[in-house]
């Protein structure tokens, strides 16, 4: 598994005002939609391209596409939903599929309610979207779903993650090709497995609380 911190001044910036408790939502999903547009940048370094032929006023030429099959984005609802507009941005021809997935915040339990996936995933690169990387259980299993649709490769894009979730993914994903892309990796969990120093609840500061 490889971990890749985005180190970038702007980045940091922005995710300092992400964190600040009293940044409204409005501006929570404006900054997430601007950080996974960085981040996007850096994970999608080496996404396959095709060659191809185009005219331009001048002359013609060879330029490059998104080779196909084109890269399958899947934000992990709801908190990843608030990262697809940045990330679609960047890569306007990718294809978007749904994952539902809630952790039950007593037992840590990984539910998932919701899927929307091709049914086959092969020769698919997924970028798997999730704000938070916590105790890393979410994670875990999104990506052995995508890897049992028989997916070549999935890189994650997250903005925060815990040490404590990196070294589970690094324990239980062993056996299978995941890049991880994080603007922070924090300090440590709390006794509710919330990050710290995190930003609270991502899925509730982008879409209002939860019942
Ligand atoms: O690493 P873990 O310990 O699994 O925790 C991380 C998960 O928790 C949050 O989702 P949550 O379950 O709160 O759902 P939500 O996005 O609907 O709020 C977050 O968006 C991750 O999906
Ligand atoms: O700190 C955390 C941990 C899990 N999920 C969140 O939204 N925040
Ligand atoms: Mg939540």
Redesign the pocket.
Known sequence: MRVQLVEHPLVSHKLTVLRKKETPSMIFRQLTEELVMLLAYEATRDVKVQPVEIETPVARMTGVALAKPTPLVVP?????LGMLEGMVRMAPSAEVGFLG???NEET?D?VTYAERLPADLTDRHVFLL??????????VEAVRFMYARNAQRVTCICLLGAPE?ISRLERELADVEVDIYLAAIDERLDEQ?YIVPGLG????RLYGL?E
């Open positions: 992990i609802l709801r908190a990843g997935m809630a952790r840590l990984i999730d704000p938070m990387l916590a105790t890393g259980g979410t994670l979730g497995s609840d991502a899925g509730d939860a």
